[in-house]
């Protein structure tokens, strides 16, 4: 029972109104993707992390999917003057079975544009993502990520906690 009481008032928290302790900077805003956020270089942001592919004609159904779910917080940092999305990560809130029917936060997909990179954007991004995992109930939250950002992530809070394994799909015929 305690873990749809917790499921529950995870819904009844509105990311959007939520209040922030961290403020990205003079001219930038924190706040939850929206979506328009593709037409602000949301896309070309994520290419500076990974492959995106063709993003537009998917990124629609995507974004009301995520929020439908209610599981899925992307929150944006935006500069007003450009009216441009320049640094991004996510926040998943996974159910489980464990931990007294817990929830457990993962932080994904944490970039920052070149141009805005050393301007402490990531980690006020990624605190803000910990303490919202952490106001929604989360037991733990964490993240993967190479070792050249271990020294980053652990100003952020986080510790070394295991190793982390991937399987690829080797038939995936992502269009990128």
Excluded at 36 to 56: A, I, M, N, W, Y
Excluded at 84 to 104: D, N, P, R
Excluded at 127 to 144: D, I, N, P, Q, S
Aim: charged share 25%.
């Amino acid at each position: 029972m305690e873990a749809a009481a917790a499921v529950v008032a995870a819904e009844a928290v509105s990311t959007s109104t939520m209040p922030t302790t961290e403020k990205p900077g003079e001219g930038l805003v924190l706040r939850p993707l929206e979506a328009g956020d593709l037409s602000r270089g949301f896309d070309d942001l994520l290419r500076q992390l990974t492959k995106v592919g063709d993003l537009e004609p998917r990124f629609a159904a995507r974004f009301k999917e995520m929020q439908d779910q209610g599981n899925y917080h992307t929150w944006v940092v935006e500069e007003v003057a450009s009216g441009q999305v320049v640094a991004s990560a996510t926040l998943m809130v996974e159910l489980k079975f464990i931990h007294q029917a817990g929830m457990l936060g993962h932080i994904e997909d944490v970039v920052v544009a070149q141009r805005m990179r050393g301007h402490d954007l990531g980690r006020k991004l990624v605190t803000h993502l910990r303490e919202l995992g952490l106001r929604l109930g989360c037991y733990k939250v964490t993240l993967a990520c190479s070792e050249a950002n271990v020294g980053f992530y652990t100003k952020c809070g986080f510790t070394r906690a295991g190793a982390e394994m991937a399987w690829y799909n080797p038939t995936e015929h992502c269009e990128l």
